[in-house]
């Protein structure tokens, strides 16, 4: 059974910083690029980060500059970490498993990503 759970969620101020992780069980390989997805109240899921099998890394543009993906592999676990908050950060943030080669054009639809973690909250205000 394929696991992804997130972490690292919470409270912060503006201009504060968060480290998000997600840990992978039960995928069959390591061909699965990564995604970090948000939601706010409301809108529908939306792409923030990717970090795809080989090594790349993938970022909105609103979030470019202040949010970086890493991944440990030893660890199964990719982490996203978000700096510089800004309120409209404000959502719950999911991670997601696609058996894909992620491109700028496709890293971020939902469609390809075949599994979903629960989501954790980030909060920032003041």
């Known amino acids: 059974e394929v696991q992804l759970v997130e972490s690292g969620g919470g409270l912060v101020q503006p201009g504060g910083s968060l480290r998000l992780s997600c840990a992978a069980s039960?995928?069959?390989?390591?061909?699965?690029?990564i995604g970090w997805f948000r939601q706010f109240p409301g809108k529908e899921r939306e792409g923030v980060s990717c970090?795809?099998?080989?090594?790349?890394?993938y970022y909105a543009n609103s979030v470019k500059g202040r949010f970086t993906v890493s991944k440990d592999n030893a660890k199964k676990t990719v982490y996203l970490q978000l700096n510089s908050l800004k309120p409209e950060d404000t959502a719950v943030y999911y991670c997601?498993?696609?058996?894909?080669?992620?491109?700028?054009?496709?890293?971020?639809?939902?469609?390809?990503?075949?599994?979903w973690g629960q989501g954790t909250q980030v909060t920032v205000s003041s």
């Open positions: 997601a498993a696609g058996m894909f080669d992620p491109y700028p054009s496709t890293w971020y639809l939902r469609a390809l990503y075949n599994y």
């Open positions: 039960g995928l069959p390989n390591d061909d699965y690029a």
């Open positions: 970090f795809s099998s080989d090594g790349y890394a």
